[in-house]
């Protein structure tokens, strides 16, 4: 693994990449698999093969628990505001929004009010608002939900992205199903709905 290095070109020769630029050079191999989360779009449009993902942002507060008695022991749905608070150890996890805007990662602090309403109203005291931290990120989805999974239409080109709401959940299945297809074993689970291919076929 080469950690906090950034790919900054892939070539393709015919139908095959041969070579992808990194922070510490060019690699060349026999497969290649894109993982980039939103940012695959972007790569395969570049590569003239472009994939149905798109940036969907969503925010979090992680706020530290000053009173275990008030917060919450699992998870609950605010369905209100769609926001989810999930209890972290000694930390309240308060998730949730779909903003469509693109690649942007600003954190608007209108959203960060709609998360600490709902803290506060299902959990008041539950824990300390002015020692929360504030995320964004973007889930990278697909028209129909499920991700792409198998082989793009580059052909030693794989595709492991477009997980959209649930990619921490499925990062392992995703993974074993991609490294079975790429070893030419059977995955233990039908695969064929995951295809990248289903987008090519005609309706
Ligand atoms: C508020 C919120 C709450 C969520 N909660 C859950 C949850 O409870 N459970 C769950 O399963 N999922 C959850 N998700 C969804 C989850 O975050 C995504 O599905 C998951 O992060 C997708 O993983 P990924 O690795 O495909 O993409 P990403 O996590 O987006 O990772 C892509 C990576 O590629 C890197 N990258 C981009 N361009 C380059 C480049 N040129 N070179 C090198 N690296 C590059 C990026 O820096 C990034 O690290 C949540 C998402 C949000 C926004």
């Given at each position: 693994?080469?950690?906090?290095s950034t790919t900054r070109k892939v070539?393709?020769?015919?139908?095959?990449?041969?070579?992808v630029l990194t922070d510490?050079?060019?690699k060349?191999?026999?497969?290649?698999?894109m993982?980039l989360?939103?940012?695959?779009?972007?790569f395969?449009?570049?590569?003239?093969?472009?994939?149905?993902?798109?940036?969907?942002?969503?925010?979090?507060?992680?706020?530290?628990?000053?009173?275990?008695?008030?917060?919450?022991?699992?998870?609950?749905?605010?369905?209100?505001?769609?926001?989810?608070?999930?209890?972290?150890?000694?930390?309240?996890?308060?998730?949730?929004?779909?903003?469509?805007?693109?690649?942007?990662?600003?954190?608007?602090?209108?959203?960060?009010?709609?998360?600490?309403?709902?803290?506060?109203?299902?959990?008041?005291?539950?824990?300390?608002?002015?020692?929360?931290?504030?995320?964004?990120?973007?889930?990278?989805?697909?028209?129909?939900?499920?991700?792409?999974?198998?082989?793009?239409?580059?052909?030693?080109?794989?595709?492991?992205?477009?997980?959209?709401?649930?990619?921490?959940?499925?990062?392992?299945?995703?993974?074993?199903?991609?490294?079975?297809?790429?070893?030419?074993?059977?995955?233990?689970?039908?695969?064929?709905?995951?295809?990248?291919?289903?987008?090519?076929?005609?309706?």
């Amino acid at each position: 693994f080469e950690y906090g290095s950034t790919t900054r070109k892939v070539v393709r020769n015919r139908n095959r990449l041969t070579n992808v630029l990194t922070d510490s050079g060019w690699k060349s191999a026999d497969a290649f698999v894109m993982a980039l989360g939103s940012y695959s779009a972007q790569f395969m449009r570049k590569l003239g093969r472009p994939i149905p993902v798109y940036p969907v942002k969503g925010y979090s507060i992680t706020v530290p628990i000053t009173n275990a008695e008030a917060a919450p022991v699992s998870t609950v749905m605010d369905e209100t505001y769609k926001v989810a608070i999930t209890r972290l150890g000694d930390r309240i996890r308060v998730g949730g929004t779909a903003e469509i805007s693109g690649y942007d990662l600003r954190l608007h602090e209108s959203r960060r009010r709609t998360l600490e309403h709902s803290v506060v109203d299902l959990f008041p005291g539950g824990g300390d608002l002015k020692a929360a931290s504030f995320w964004c990120g973007l889930r990278p989805m697909t028209p129909d939900g499920p991700p792409l999974v198998g082989l793009s239409e580059v052909a030693n080109l794989y595709l492991n992205t477009g997980h959209g709401t649930l990619g921490w959940t499925m990062a392992c299945g995703s993974a074993k199903v991609l490294a079975d297809i790429m070893s030419n074993r059977v995955p233990e689970i039908n695969a064929r709905d995951l295809s990248p291919e289903r987008y090519l076929k005609p309706i």
